[in-house]
Every structure is written in structure tokens, then in C-alpha cells.
């Protein structure tokens, strides 16, 4: 248990829905990084909070949107979904807004269909 | 594209044998990192590298930063099948963590 910890496991959704990712950070960690991973594009960073804040943009679709919460949970929407977005999606978490080591959840596993 | 570059993408050898994963990059990164992930699982970072010309040894694993801090290798000794994942480096740059594709490593007994 790396103490971040990432709900659901997995996600199975039509085209055109939305869902809601979530993550719990590791205890004392002020930011929270998302990243998507596909067979064909690796883990792509797409969006990082620090201590409720956004901090840093990366490649995230306009369709998708994050926050981070006052208690520093952080929740991913994805909307409209494509069978594209069918990926993993990880949340990882560092204790400062520039950091050399994160520390990752198990990741939710979207299939879209 | 990548920013990174790691090669070879698949790396299979038998147990004892060694080797080693390169990770490249045109640009200059304040730390690099070695995570390594299994299947299921989120990667699991190794060691954070920071110092060009920098070399870390954790037990039969040695990591080397190069000396522009564009660079990277990561060297097994005598590997072992619990060694086997895929291996990520990541290079830090203006808040940023950016991955390699990765190059899966399997070790066959």
C-alpha cells in the first residue's frame, strides 16, 4: 500500500457519459499530480494541485477537469467520453509543489465501450 | 513524441545475466527519476537523481545521471526475476515530471 490511495479500480462507461475519478493523497502530501497511461502514449501528465490549487497544466482535453479539496482529496471528471480516453489513470502525490520523488495510487482502469 | 527516450523497449535475459536501460533527452531536467512498474500497479519510485555526473547504487541496481543532467542509465547486476517490470525514468523541469515510454525488462529463470 503506497498510501495514496485511487477509487474505482475499474470503470466501464458508454460514449458520451461522464464519471468522476477520485484520490486520496498520501497523508501529508499537499500536492496531487493526474496522469494518464496508454499502450501508445505512456504516462502523459495532465494536471497538478498543490495545497487546493492549481499549479500545472499538462495535456488534458478540455473535456476533462480536476480539484482539489480542502481536506487535499482531488477528483478527475471526464465528460463526453470517447473510446480514446480508455486508459489508466493514476494520481500521485509529494509533499511540496516541486518535488523529486511521487509517490503513485493503483490507478482506475476506464474502459469505454 | 517523448521527451524522453528510453531504449531498448523490450529487454528480455536470463537469471544472473546483466543489464543496463538508457534514457536520453535533447533537454536539461533538475532531477531525473527510476520508477519501475508492474502490471495493475502504479510505478514505484527507485531513486531521484539531481547531481550531473551523479552515481547511485541500490544493491545490484546503479543509476548514473550525466554530466549535462540530460542523460541517464540505469545498470542490474546478476538479475533476478523479481526484477522483471517495466522501467520509467522521468525527468523534472519547471514543476513538471515528464516519462519515458518505459522499456519493459523480463527475467526468465
Known amino acids: 500500500d503506497s498510501g495514496v490511495t485511487q477509487t474505482p479500480k475499474h470503470l466501464i462507461t458508454a460514449t458520451g457519459q461522464r464519471v468522476t475519478l477520485r484520490c486520496s493523497p498520501r497523508s501529508g502530501d499537499l500536492s496531487v499530480y493526474w496522469y494518464q497511461q496508454s499502450l501508445d502514449q505512456g504516462l502523459q501528465f495532465l494536471i497538478q494541485?498543490?495545497?487546493?490549487?492549481?499549479?500545472a497544466k499538462g495535456n488534458i482535453l478540455e473535456r476533462f477537469s480536476a480539484q482539489q479539496f480542502p481536506d487535499l482529496h482531488s477528483e478527475l471528471n471526464l465528460s463526453s467520453l470517447e473510446l480514446g480516453d480508455s486508459a489508466l489513470y493514476f494520481c500521485a502525490s509529494s509533499a511540496r509543489v516541486v518535488d523529486y520523488g511521487y509517490t503513485f495510487g493503483s490507478g482506475t482502469r476506464l474502459t469505454v465501450v | 513524441t517523448q521527451l524522453l527516450e528510453q531504449s531498448p523497449q523490450f529487454l528480455s535475459i536470463q537469471e544472473g545475466e546483466n543489464l543496463t536501460v538508457y534514457c536520453n533527452s535533447s533537454s536539461v531536467f533538475s532531477s531525473l527519476q527510476w520508477y519501475r512498474q508492474e502490471p495493475g500497479e502504479g510505478p514505484v519510485l527507485l531513486v531521484t537523481?539531481?547531481?550531473?555526473?551523479e552515481v547511485k547504487k541500490l544493491k545490484r541496481l546503479t543509476f548514473q545521471f550525466g554530466d549535462a543532467r540530460k542523460d541517464s542509465s540505469l545498470h542490474i547486476t546478476a538479475a533476478q526475476p523479481g526484477d522483471t517490470g517495466l522501467y520509467l525514468c522521468?525527468?523534472?523541469?519547471?514543476?513538471?515530471?515528464?516519462f519515458g515510454a518505459g522499456t519493459q525488462v523480463v527475467v526468465t529463470p
Open positions: 494541485y498543490y495545497n487546493g490549487e492549481e499549479r
Open positions: 522521468a525527468g523534472a523541469s519547471w514543476g513538471k515530471l515528464q
Open positions: 537523481v539531481v547531481t550531473g555526473g
